[in-house]
Each structure stands twice: as C-alpha cells, then as structure tokens.
C-alpha cells in the first residue's frame, strides 16, 4: 500500500499538505513567550523531565521580536532558501494556549498576517484548554488549515507521573473529546523509550488507534543538556533505544494507527550543541530511509495490523 501518490508507507504529513495545497507547506515556527504551568509554579517549577529551557526542541525566531516580524523573517527565510511558496504559522515552545482568550486573539490572528499562510497549528497541553479557546481556535478553521497539536507523550498514568507531566491520561481524553466537537485537528505527540515496554508502547499505539486522530508525532526520548534526563543519563539512571530498536518500534506503532491519521513526525535533527544521547538522533534522513526499508522488507504499511485492536 502507498500514500499520497508516492512510495510511501505511511501518511506523510508533509506529502500530503503538498497534494492537498498545490505546493510544499512549511511551517514557520513562533514563539509568543507563552510560558508552561508545569514550570511557572502553577503545577510545578521544574517542568516535564525531558524539556529544556527553549521549550523542548523548539528552534523559533526570538519571542522578543513581535510575532508579525517573526513571520516576515520566516517567510523570507524559507522562500530564499527552499523557493517556498506556502507557509504554516506554527506555535511550538510551551503552552501555546496559557493566556486569557483575548490576548489569544490578538497573537494568534498576528501569525496571519502574510498572503500565502494557509494554516495555523498550536501546541498546547490538555490542561490548557477550555470552550472559549476551542471556540477562538475553531473560527480560524474556515478561513485556515487549523490544528491543535497535544503533548499526550503516553496513555500510561504511571508514565505521565514519572515524567513530572502534571496530568492524567483522562485529562487529556477529555480535552481530546472537546476539541474534536469544535471540528479542529488534532495531533497527538508520542515519545517512545519512556521508562516503559515494549508492550506498554504498543499499548499507547493501540490506545490512540482507537481515538482515529487526524495527525500523530512520534517522538525518541533524548537527553538535551540542563534537562533532568540529561542527569539521569549521565548518572547511568536511563538508557536509550539503538537506531534498530527505534526503527523497529516506529514500524511497529505505526501498523496499529489508522491509515487516514497523517504522520508529522517521525524523526529529527535534535539540536547538536544541545543533545546529549543518544547521538545517532542526528541523522533524519538516515533514520527515515531505514524506517521506509523496514516496511519494504516487512512488506507491511500504516494501518497494516488496525483491524487487529
């Protein structure tokens, strides 16, 4: 089986915005200076244990330029360098819906300010929601590709607890279940290797499988520095997946989800002067290559085993 007209496996997110805009849609990625209630004493102060002190993985332009800016500079970046003709707003560093409705309004509305944005997508946490947000995010929808992206991570309140998440799995389900009333997008983030099994990952996958979202990232657990799996790294506390085991497991997680869910991610470049283990997390392309080879020596593809839960 393929996808979005390519060879495929998978839904590719990327392909299939392509297929659905005329064009190649990249997001340009915004940082509004929201910050998180698991770090600014609300929940806790010291945050999810894998998040660093730019949001986890977050490579926005400077929350100190106003967001019509950041836009512009993005725009102009990503036409120069890729010949870009369709762009994202993209929210990504922290909770990106902790502030009161109206000064949502106002940054929100900032980020599409340029003629060729056609989407927004918003990352948020389960907690951080409520009717009039969902309300608020929904009216862009008509107008705008629209999405909420969860940091759901796992479907294991033993996990969530571990990794200081400061919610329950049921907290999530609840905000998952509203959004979708709204009509909003939504995707899911996952990340494997979270102290858990093998089977307690397929079990997340079968999980979320069952939920029919309109996008999942899968995540590998790393260790950026200042981050407190960075020290237990260092302390010999936590190991990390090889590329094989990653590979195989992505594989594996993918066959459970259905095949209309689009994948935005699957792997990434990690920030070097940052991460700490494990190091092969650097080669993308290598890491996604693999993964389409796995599904051709399986001869298997997303949604292969959905019938199956």
């Known amino acids: 089986m393929e996808y979005n007209g390519t060879d495929k496996r998978y839904n590719q997110y990327s392909q299939f915005l392509k297929n659905k805009f005329g064009a190649k849609v990249y997001k340009i990625t915004l940082d509004a200076g929201f910050s998180c209630p698991n770090r600014d004493g609300t929940i806790s102060d010291c945050g999810c244990i894998f998040c660093d002190d730019g949001g986890s993985f977050s490579q926005a332009h400077s929350k100190f330029l106003p967001i019509e800016e950041q836009v512009k500079t993005g725009v102009e970046t990503l036409t120069k360098r890729f010949k870009a003709q369709k762009f994202m707003s993209y929210f ?112 997340t996958a079968k999980t979320i499988a069952k939920l029919e979202p309109d996008g999942v990232k899968i995540h590998m657990l790393v260790a950026l520095e200042g981050t407190k799996i960075a020290d237990m790294y260092k302390n010999g506390e936590i190991t990390f997946m090889s590329e094989d085991e990653y590979v195989s497991t992505v594989c594996d997680f993918l066959e459970y989800l259905p095949p209309k869910t689009t994948i935005h991610r699957l792997a990434g470049n990690g920030l070097r002067t940052e991460l700490v283990a494990p190091r092969w997390i650097g080669k993308k392309l290598d890491t996604l290559n693999r993964i389409d080879r796995e599904f051709l020596r399986r001869n298997s593809w997303q949604g292969f085993k959905n019938l199956e839960i």
């Open 92 to 203: 990504q560093a922290f909770t990106n819906t902790y502030k009161p409705v109206n000064e949502l309004e106002k940054i929100y509305t900032s980020s599409l300010c340029h003629p060729d944005i056609v989407g927004i997508s918003i990352g948020t946490r389960p907690d951080c929601v409520d009717d009039d947000k969902l309300k608020l995010i929904s009216s862009f929808a008509p107008d705008y590709y629209t999405w909420i992206e969860y940091g759901l991570q796992s479907v294991h309140d033993k996990t969530l607890l571990k990794i200081n998440r400061g919610h329950d799995y049921s907290c999530f389900l609840k905000a998952y279940e509203k959004t979708k009333k709204y009509g909003i997008n939504t995707c899911l983030h996952v990340i494997l290797n979270l102290f858990e099994t093998y089977d307690e990952m397929m079990k």
